[in-house]
């Protein structure tokens, strides 16, 4: 069996590190994220189509700040508005 040079033994000396790891550190915004206010009469949960993260409106005039990247989709909706 051909030993290549010693290849496994530098591959198994390198230290595991997880790809989450490596993505937190070099994740950074390229913009801030968007406040919007619900001017619905009811509660109101929306997932963000981007990030995934649910947002839940309880009451009418209610504030929240949504991440940049899903601001685009809720500007869609005609009871959530962009302050």
């Known amino acids: 069996m ?8 530098s591959f198994s000396a390198q230290p595991f ?3 989450k ?4 550190k070099q994740e950074s915004k ?3 994220d968007v406040h919007f ?9 929306i997932r963000g189509t981007i990030s995934g993260k649910n ?9 929240l700040l949504v ?7 809720f500007m869609q909706v005609p ?3 962009k302050i």
């Open 37 to 45: 206010t619900y001017t619905g009469k009811t509660a109101l949960t």
């Open 21 to 24: 790891e490596n993505i937190s």
């Open 17 to 19: 590190r997880l790809a």
């Open 67 to 73: 991440d940049y990247r899903d601001a685009s989709a």
């Open 30 to 32: 390229m913009w801030p």
């Open 55 to 63: 947002y839940r409106f309880e009451k009418s005039g209610e504030r």
């Open 79 to 81: 009871v959530l508005k």
């Open 2 to 9: 051909c030993n290549c040079g010693d290849k496994r033994e």
